[in-house]
């Protein structure tokens, strides 16, 4: 909780930094804070768009249970385009180990 709170007055003594500048530098009070407000939104909606391209990019936008029974069923895997052989990832992912038949 300690963290919490001195990450807040950290957060704040920043933006009143920023606004003092920006007074200094000629704007008013009330200017100032509308500067950073816009300026922290742009920010968000900048971050907000770039983390969905990349979900999406990473394939993490893919819904694979379009039906909502809650299992993938063989339509939905060949609908979202995965390969047909589903064991054959992870049978792959084993040989680095070993098969499961080998015996020590």
Do not use: P, Y
Request: aromatic share 6%.
């Amino acid at each position: 909780m300690l963290d919490e709170v001195c990450g807040q007055i950290l957060f704040e003594l920043l933006v009143l930094a920023i606004i003092a500048i920006l007074v200094s530098a000629g704007m008013s009070e009330s200017e100032a804070e509308f500067t950073v407000i816009i300026t922290a939104v742009i920010f968000l909606i900048i971050t907000l768009i770039r983390l969905r391209m990349r979900r999406k990019a990473l394939g993490k936008a893919v819904e694979l249970d379009t039906d909502g029974d809650g299992r993938i069923s063989e339509e939905e895997w060949a609908a979202a385009g995965m390969s047909k052989d589903k064991q054959g990832a992870s049978e792959a992912g084993n040989d680095w180990w070993g098969s499961d038949d080998q015996e020590e």
